[in-house]
């Protein structure tokens, strides 16, 4: 199974919940794909045993080829070659590496170059003998998107994979939650909190992923997302509570079910609810 968490806005808890869940399971796997700031290892603190470096290609001109006709600069559509009347410029960081300067060069005289984009890190939680990928972005690299795609690829069948993606709803957050069974949406009970989970379920609803929310720092005084979630008829899974010493935990790098174990079975809980909510949904497709 896999299990997406993510969220509309940064800050809302969406680490926490991926992080916990992940530690609260048995047989799971914590797959960090919020490749451009991940920071699931401060709580996680797993064992690295190895890092594998991610590459992608880029062009490079053969001059005794090159009759600089501007070619691999009219269908460059992230404008990352300029061609000059006697040399081409190659803006690697602009390059998205689609290869179509390549395939459509009439002389042939554009091949790739290997550049690294970033490190995959490989590791076990212990003692509950988590499996642990994190993705990291090289700096100054503009797309995530293929590195995530490369932690994604790490995803193993057998187990439940926990994949905590980028905040907000924008491409880093769609690669990942696209090969999701069901995701978590973790919101605050606040009008940003409000606003950016309205995006958030707009992106899930256009590439048909089943979700839930999770509201965070929940308070009894605050009804702004179990208003808008039943005008939507969207579940509520799990709260949070606005709990200091919850607070205190997390600013030492501390995980919430270890500090608290009574929250272990919350966490169970709300597995079995997408477990059954998924088994559900699979039978009303058979009917």
Known sequence: MIIAVASGKGG?????????????????VY?????????????????????ETVTRPVPRINYTKCDFCGECSRVCESHAITVLPNRVLVFDELCNSCGACTYFCPQNAIWEEKIPMGVIRIG????????FFEGCLT????????????????????????????????????????NADYCLLITEPTPFGL?????????????????????????????????????????ILMR????????????????????????KEQFQNLFNEIKLRLQTSVNVLDG
């Open 124 to 131: 076990k939680v212990l003692p509950e003998n988590i499996g």
């Open 31 to 51: 797959l960090d794909c919020d490749v451009e700031e991940p920071n699931g290892h401060l709580f996680l603190k797993p064992v690295v045993e190895k890092s």
């Open 139 to 178: 700096i100054g690299e503009l797309s995530p998107s293929p590195l995530i795609g490369k932690v994604v690829q790490k995803i193993e069948p057998e187990k439940i994979n926990i994949l905590d993606a980028a905040p907000g709803a924008s491409c880093s957050m769609i690669e990942t939650v696209r």
């Open 195 to 235: 606003n950016d989970l309205e995006l958030a379920v707009e992106a899930l609803k256009n590439i048909e992923v089943p979700f839930g929310i999770v509201i965070n720092k929940a308070r009894s005084d605050s009804t702004i997302i179990d208003a808008y979630c039943e005008d939507n008829n969207i579940p």
């Open 12 to 28: 809302t808890g969406k680490t926490t919940v991926a992080t916990n869940l992940a530690l609260a399971l048995q047989n799971s």
């Open 240 to 263: 949070f509570p606005f709990n200091r010493r919850l607070a205190e935990a997390y600013s030492k790098g501390e995980l919430a079910v270890r500090v608290f174990p009574e929250l």
